[in-house]
Each structure stands twice: as structure tokens, then as C-alpha cells.
């Protein structure tokens, strides 16, 4: 038997239920109105928010790291890069990410449900990142800091106004201070995995390291995410990956749980249950040839007119 490549975490053997595209979207849907309503639910406090993300900058030009600086600075004055990296940032990872996940359920089933529980087990640890680590984006800060915030600056090309990818009038409905850790970069690098592992021509593999990159500078230039960011979104995928074998095995334990009726065990033989009745060569239904026999004369059976008529003539009397 030919051996099937696989990523460390990920499992290669078939599902042991056959999966269900109306059991797997409600379960994404989910996921995805828990990710939105944990951003929304968790604000923080602005001033600690504020505090956080001016110790990021710090450490970060502490170890010389500090990129968003002229990375800003370049899509603020080059519109022809700002706006194509704002729709990019507004978009992308509302496509790219179902349409991955719509993929591997259709062309590679065996890999679908780990490479699944993978994103949803690491998109739930951003959501406690949200909570303890409130912080506020480069483009929220004081004018002082440097930083311009290319998505109001470019909001009359899209449908976003000043309130990051949120749609015109409706930034009350996002939490701005989910900067760390950046899931716009654990999203792409999931993508990036699945696309370089299972896609199967050149251009995948390309894709695989341009989407994770491009994100990356993407959500620096605009002033979304600090770099620090973009590496606790990795950090993030990378320890999800590890856990994600660990959270199969208790969702499988679960499902055992929670399923109903007995299960048919190896040691019961067969599974027909017929309670000793089972028929013979020659018979329509069980011990048809006891019920028959003597009920003629000098034993032989009697005809029906539901046998007799299967062909064979009635005896004369």
C-alpha cells in the first residue's frame, strides 16, 4: 500500500464517520460567530490597550524590528499599494480561508477534519489572546508615533470606513483593540500549509509562501498589526497544530459518549438477528419445511395456492 504524505499533527487516514457538508457548515458558522462575538464582547480597557501595544513598538525597536514604520509609510504615499493592500486586508481572509476549507472537504477528505479541527483549535486561542492581551493597532495610536491609518485615509475605494475592515457605520460592531495576536496571519499561514502540502502544481506551491507573506507586509503597511503581531499569529497556529491531534481524541471520545444504541461488537458473529430462524436452500421464509412437513398425507406437503402457483402443478387427487 502506497504511503500518504502527511503533515506532522495532521491525520492522513480516512474519517472514521463520513463527514456532511450540513454538519460542517453550521459547526464553521459557529466557530466564526464566536471569533466575531469574542471580539466584540472583550473591548478591553483602551488605556491598558493603548499601554500594551506602545510595549510592543518598544521592544520591537529595542531588537530593531520595528518594519511597520516604513512599510506605512510607503502605502500612505503610494495609493497604487495602499488600496490594493486595504482591499487585500478587508477581504482576503474572508475568501481565501471557506474556500481552502471547501476545498480539502471535496478533494481531500482525508485530511479535511484535522486540517479543520487545526484552524478552529487555534482560531479559539486568538480569542483568549483577545481577552488578556488587549491591544491597541499601530494605527490607533497618537498621530506622535508616526503611523497613518491607510484604511481611513483610502476608505472612499472600499466599503470600509475608520473602524479597520468593518463596513461603513458599523464599527461599533468590531473590537479595534484585537490586535494581538494577528489571526489575519495565522489564517494565511494555515492556508499556506494546505495549499503546500496537498496542492499538486507549481502554482500552489507558489501561492503557499506568497499568501502567508504578503499578509504579513500587508497587515504592517496598513497599521493593523505591529510585526510582533504577525509572530505571535504564527506562534499561535504552531502550538494549535500541536494540540490538534489531543482535541480530536477528546472529540471522538465525546462523540462515543454522547451516540445512542448499542454497538454491534466483533465477538457477536453475525449481525442478522434472526433468533436461530435462519432459512435454507429451497425456502421463502425460516423452517418453512418443518411448517409443511405432515401436513399432507403419508407426510407430504400440502400445496398452497400461493406455492402452487410459483410454476409448479397441484398433485391430483
Not at 505591529?226 to 494540540?243: H, T
Request: charged share 15%; net charge positive; glycine share 10%.
Amino acid at each position: 500500500m502506497p504511503k500518504t504524505e502527511t503533515t506532522p499533527g495532521i491525520e492522513a487516514a480516512a474519517p472514521r464517520t463520513r463527514l456532511r457538508w450540513w454538519t460542517e457548515l453550521p459547526l464553521i458558522v459557529l466557530v466564526y460567530a464566536c471569533y466575531s462575538a469574542g471580539r466584540l464582547v472583550v473591548r478591553g480597557d483602551t488605556a491598558g490597550a493603548v499601554d500594551h501595544g506602545l510595549a510592543i513598538l518598544r521592544v520591537e525597536k529595542f531588537l530593531h524590528l520595528n518594519a511597520e514604520h516604513p512599510l506605512n509609510r510607503l502605502f500612505t504615499r503610494e495609493a497604487w499599494l495602499g488600496v490594493p493592500a486595504d482591499f487585500w486586508y478587508a477581504s482576503l481572509h474572508y475568501v481565501v480561508t471557506p474556500a481552502i476549507l471547501i476545498w480539502l472537504f471535496r478533494y481531500r477528505a482525508a485530511h479535511y477534519r484535522a486540517a479543520r479541527t487545526w484552524l478552529m483549535t487555534s482560531t479559539f486561542m486568538g480569542l483568549i489572546g483577545f481577552t488578556l492581551l488587549p491591544t491597541c493597532p499601530p494605527r490607533l495610536l497618537s498621530a506622535g508615533h508616526g503611523f497613518v491609518d491607510t484604511m481611513a485615509q483610502y476608505s472612499s475605494y472600499g466599503w470600509w470606513g475608520g473602524a479597520a475592515s468593518a463596513p461603513k457605520g458599523l464599527g461599533g460592531m468590531t473590537n479595534q483593540y484585537a490586535a494581538m495576536p494577528s489571526l489575519h496571519v495565522g489564517w494565511a499561514l494555515w492556508c499556506g500549509v494546505m495549499l503546500w502540502r496537498y496542492g499538486r502544481t507549481r502554482t500552489t506551491k507558489v501561492a503557499a509562501v506568497a499568501y502567508p507573506l504578503l499578509t504579513t507586509i500587508v497587515v504592517m503597511g496598513t497599521a493593523n498589526h505591529y510585526f510582533l503581531d504577525a509572530v505571535a499569529g504564527a506562534a499561535v497556529m504552531g502550538v494549535g497544530l500541536f494540540l490538534t491531534p489531543y482535541v480530536m481524541g477528546v472529540m471522538d471520545r465525546l462523540r462515543t459518549l454522547l451516540s445512542f444504541g448499542p454497538k454491534p461488537s466483533a465477538a457477536s458473529g453475525s449481525s442478522i438477528v434472526s433468533g436461530g430462524c435462519q432459512t435454507s436452500a429451497g425456502e421463502r421464509f425460516p423452517r418453512q419445511h418443518e411448517s409443511l412437513a405432515g401436513s399432507g398425507p403419508r407426510g407430504e406437503p400440502s400445496a398452497s395456492p400461493t406455492d402452487a402457483g410459483e410454476g409448479a402443478a397441484a398433485a391430483a387427487r
